[in-house]
């Protein structure tokens, strides 16, 4: 199993484009989520989806869509890239939804914003 | 808002020596985790202790929970150089949301 893979691992934009992050598990998980990480914050929540077809917001889902249309993917799209969306995104997993389950991390995205 | 605040921020040991990192947390929970990332990598599952638990071990890894002063305590024993990493811990709110600390920074000298 590849578990949870992220492409592309770097990325430059420029303030205003667009640009989907792609996140894939190969462990039949029903919980995928989106963290982003920045310096001295921790992870923060962006957005996250129990099963195909059904996805909600977290702590900081603005400037963010998703969608889960197959159980493997989960992407992530970024509508018009501000500065302020430097950082590195993490995409994670967990066999069911639910607070007992552990998380599988990807290897992340770092993005930066001109 | 974040839900755990690791303490200290970073911490430097020897080889050998135990290294102790702390995590407080705000509001009542289901569970904590802890978890792992080296350098430029995603996080790894260390443990988890269920609010019901008041303490866990996994190997040289020892976790205590005090949910009535609402922090949490990470163990590591006879530290080795491939330890050094961040340490982090999450707390899951609710069912789906999962809150995750700022971190402890761990370096262990060889």
């Known amino acids: 199993n590849a578990g949870v893979t992220q492409t592309p691992k770097f990325q430059v934009l420029k303030t205003g484009q667009s640009m989907t992050l792609q996140c894939a598990q190969d462990?039949?998980?029903?919980?995928m989520s989106w963290y982003r990480q920045d310096p001295g914050m921790g992870l923060r929540l962006i957005h996250y989806?129990?099963?195909?077809?059904?996805?909600d917001q977290g702590e900081v889902p603005n400037g963010y869509n998703v969608s889960r249309s197959t159980t493997e993917d989960f992407p992530l799209r970024l509508l018009s890239a501000a500065p302020s969306q430097t950082s590195v995104y993490f995409c994670?997993?967990?066999?069911?939804?639910?607070?007992?389950?552990?998380?599988?991390f990807g290897p992340g995205t770092r993005l930066t914003v001109l | 808002s974040q839900q755990g605040e690791e303490d200290p921020q970073a911490l430097s040991i020897q080889e050998g020596e135990n290294a102790t990192m702390n995590c407080s947390y705000k509001?009542?929970?289901?569970?904590l985790q802890w978890y792992r990332q080296n350098s430029g990598r995603g996080l790894v599952h260390l443990i988890l202790?269920?609010?019901?638990?008041r303490e866990k071990h996994s190997g040289r890894l020892r976790v205590t929970l005090d949910t009535s002063k609402k922090s949490s305590s990470l163990l590591i024993t006879a530290s080795r150089a491939a330890d050094t990493a961040s340490y982090f811990c999450a707390t899951a709110r609710g069912g789906n949301q999962f809150y995750f600390g700022t971190g402890t920074s761990l370096t262990v000298i060889p």
């Open positions: 462990m039949n998980h029903e919980y």
């Open positions: 994670a997993s967990s066999i069911l939804a639910g607070a007992y389950n552990e998380q599988f």
């Open positions: 202790i269920r609010s019901n638990e």
């Open positions: 509001t009542s929970i289901n569970n």
């Open positions: 989806s129990v099963g195909a077809g059904i996805t």
